[in-house]
């Protein structure tokens, strides 16, 4: 069973920053994103990362957010940049299970595996 755990929420003003981790135990060469729900809302894949390292994001955070990963210790991470109040919600770490070329950003439901979530709150 794939375990993903991530850390690094929190609340902050609009305009800061946060950065969140994701520990897996699995290879995170597999095709992982961070997927957030805001209340009231559905999930909304926000950034995706690739088996070849190619990202994609959402409209709505591109150019202030970015993923990376470290193969290295199998860590994930998003760092966000310049909030908005809009950007507050639950924000999930998921993987597909396997390795994908392409697509690096897919439909939140097509992820097989999930953490538990970490909350950010932006307030103005």
């Known amino acids: 069973q794939v375990q993903l755990v991530e850390s690094g929420g929190g609340s902050v003003q609009a305009g800061g920053s946060l950065r969140l981790s994701c520990a897996v135990s699995?290879?995170?060469?597999?095709?992982m994103a961070w997927v957030r729900q805001a209340p009231g809302d559905e999930r909304e894949g926000v950034a995706g990362?690739?088996?070849?390292?190619?990202?994609g994001y959402a409209d709505s955070v591109r150019g202030r957010f970015t993923i990376s990963k470290n193969n290295a210790d199998n860590t994930l991470y998003l760092r966000m940049n310049n909030l908005k109040r809009e950007d507050t919600g639950m924000y999930y770490c998921?993987?597909?299970?396997?390795?994908?070329?392409?697509?690096?950003?897919?439909?939140?439901?097509?992820?097989?595996?999930w953490g538990r979530g970490n909350e950010v709150t932006v307030s103005s």
């Open positions: 998921a993987s597909l299970g396997t390795t994908c070329w392409y697509n690096p950003l897919r439909p939140s439901q097509q992820y097989t595996y």
């Open positions: 699995e290879s995170n060469r597999n095709c």
């Open positions: 990362i690739a088996s070849d390292g190619s990202v």
